[in-house]
């Protein structure tokens, strides 16, 4: 379902403050009106697959699909109208395992692809001559673009808008989808704070977003103990145990990792940036950058920044 209701939604809401129909949405399928999806929940109106040249659509999004071998008779009947028609929509997108789908009807001939992280292998066995790559959470080749799984397809249609219609429009969609962040296709499926979450024990599994949560604020190891209910030696001994690192030192890491977002995906003025994360001024954010990744702050903007330039 959010295959399909989260493109759906950023372009809906693109229309919305373009003021016009930008983008005329309809949602079309190989068969039936109605569309159920995996895990219950149905869409109603759904259309035929065009199969007049002249109902050709401008984009052509495949949300979601099976890595099955064969295809599901659905996927196989989209497949080959792809296999027909796919040289004369000049924007083919899938989300997903939907690239599974592009795969079979050789869309993805000679691209570079991506796919949900648990069948990059699969779609790389099955189809050799794509070239599936595992390097962000999507990836635009030629006319070609495919995401990672799920909320993946909502980055990508952002970028698509932006595209389209520039920077402030596609940043007013995804501030209206409140979405804490709008990811660039560079970044990896799994964010650095989810992976330390997984790995986290449980008793730590709360630090990280506590901290994360008063960021621009001062936290000694009393306010960590009180904010993660531990005693302040508790907390210092497991934070050694499982993290080997300080509070403090957590802290001081998890400050640089969120100015490390800021500066690669919003245009912030560094005094802000350092008043968000509580590294009190540009000079200890400098230092900051310098000690522990060799670059300045500002370099670090010009060689990672997702934001456009326009």
């Known amino acids: ?31 039936g009106s109605t569309l159920h999806t995996r895990h219950g929940l149905a869409v109603s109106g759904v259309r035929a697959l065009p199969s007049a040249a002249k109902r050709l659509p401008d984009i052509a999004i495949v949300a979601g699909g099976s890595p099955r071998v064969p295809l ?18 000049p924007t083919l997108v899938s989300t997903c395992t939907g690239a599974f789908t592009l795969a079979e009807a050789g869309v993805l001939d000679g691209q570079r692809a991506t796919t949900h992280w648990q069948h990059l292998a699969e779609l ?24 990672a799984g799920l909320t993946a397809g909502v980055d990508l249609t952002l970028a698509l808008v932006e595209e389209d219609h520039g920077h402030a429009i596609a940043m007013a969609v995804a501030k209206r989808l409140v979405l804490f962040l709008r990811r660039s296709g560079k970044q990896a499926q799994f964010s650095t704070a989810l992976q330390r979450q997984e790995k986290e024990p449980e008793k730590l599994r709360d630090l990280s977003a506590f901290v994360l949560e008063h960021l621009d604020q001062a936290l000694p190891v009393a306010r960590l103990a009180r904010g993660v209910g531990m005693s302040q030696r508790t907390l210092s001994r497991w934070c050694r145990e499982h993290l080997a690192e300080s509070p403090a030192e957590v802290v ?41 990744l060799g670059v300045t702050p500002a370099a670090y903007r010009e060689r990672f920044s997702s934001v456009s330039a326009g």
């Open 124 to 147: 790389r066995s099955r189809f050799p001559s794509v070239d599936v790559v595992d390097e962000g959470v999507f990836v635009k080749s030629g006319k070609v673009w495919t995401s």
């Open 72 to 89: 599901p008779e659905g996927g196989a009947r989209i497949a080959a109208w792809l296999r027909r028609h796919h040289t004369r929509v």
């Open 1 to 31: 379902m959010l295959n399909i209701a989260g493109p759906w939604e950023v372009l809906g809401h693109a229309n919305d403050l373009l003021g016009r129909p930008a983008y005329r949405l309809e949602l079309v399928g190989p068969g």
């Open 252 to 292: 001081r890491r998890l400050r640089l990792e969120e100015a490390q977002r800021l500066l690669a995906e919003t245009e912030l003025p560094l005094k802000d940036i350092t008043n968000r994360t509580g590294l009190g001024d540009a000079t200890t954010m400098w230092r900051a950058f310098t000690q522990h």
